[in-house]
């Protein structure tokens, strides 16, 4: 499915009245997840009130020990301290990586914005090479302005 496709799909679900926001936003997590063959696991990490450390919120994919990481540990934490995106095409050739699965070999990081605040991430692990181009980034954006409205 393309990103065209998905962007419907990623309103109709973050705006379901019924529905948690754990639970939006795990559907979609699940959404991306099975629709973009390259994203294995996809997760949302939220900053610990005032603490600078990340815990771990709605996934789609393997369980992971990294439930809360320190801000400026790994390629997460580093997003939660430059506010920028973060796309590594290779996580072998990144010193500060915190490997979840030998499967991974790829990884993005978008920052989330609440009123220029960054609260959070969406995290993608691949386990293909270098499959993240600008069109990932420029959805992955869409995606956390879609959600920063849950906010």
């Not at 499915?1 to 939006?24: A, G, N, W, Y």
């Not at 994919?61 to 934490?77: A, L, R, Y």
Request: charged share 25%; aromatic share 10%; hydrophobic share 40%.
């Amino acid at each position: 499915m393309t990103f065209e496709e998905l962007q419907p799909k990623v309103t109709d679900i973050l705006h379901h009245r019924d529905t948690s926001r754990d639970e939006k936003l795990l559907q979609l997590c699940h959404l991306l997840k099975e629709n973009i063959d390259y994203y294995d696991w996809v997760g949302f990490y939220f900053r610990n009130g005032e603490k600078e450390e990340l815990i771990l919120g709605p996934y789609a994919g393997e369980p992971t020990d990294h439930t809360v990481i320190p801000f400026g540990k790994g390629i997460c934490g580093q997003v939660a301290v430059s506010n920028q995106n973060f796309v590594v095409p290779d996580v072998s050739a990144q010193d500060n990586y915190i490997a979840c699965s030998i499967s991974v070999k790829s990884e993005i990081v978008v920052p989330l914005f609440v009123d220029g605040v960054n609260i959070g991430q969406i995290d993608i692990d691949s386990g293909v090479l270098d499959p993240f181009t600008e069109m990932d980034e420029r959805f992955l954006e869409f995606v956390n302005a879609e959600v920063a409205k849950l906010f």
